[in-house]
Each structure stands twice: as structure tokens, then as C-alpha cells.
């Protein structure tokens, strides 16, 4: 049995917000902040922080599963 993406939900939360807001990613900073953490935390281990951990320095981090 595969095992989870251990920052599965944080991804989600993200879209969720994201969604909810307008796509404006300022009022999603929070849920972007504990993205980085997970990732941060589980590094290689989470497809879902694959390029997200890459543009970390960035103003405006590309979210994974975002067009």
C-alpha cells in the first residue's frame, strides 16, 4: 500500500484557501506557512513539496497543483 504524501493535507488547505479567497495569496499566508514547515520537515519524501521547496526565497511561491 503506497504510503501518504505526509504534506497532502497542507497542499489542500492551500487550494482550499486559495479557491476561497480569489487566488489572492495574501490572505492564504498562514496556510502557505505551514506548507513551507511540512516541506521543510519532509523534504524529498513529499511529491507535493517538489518545486515548492525550490522557490521558497521567492515572493510569490508556486503552488503545487496550481495553474
Known sequence: MPQKDPCQKQACAIQKCL??????????EDVIRAM???????????ICC???SREQKS???KIPGAS
Open 59 to 61: 515572493t510569490e511561491p
Open 19 to 28: 479557491q476561497a479567497n480569489k487566488y489572492i495569496e495574501s490572505r492564504c
Open 36 to 46: 513551507r514547515m511540512c516541506c521543510e520537515h519532509a523534504g524529498e519524501n513529499s
Open 50 to 52: 517538489s518545486g515548492f
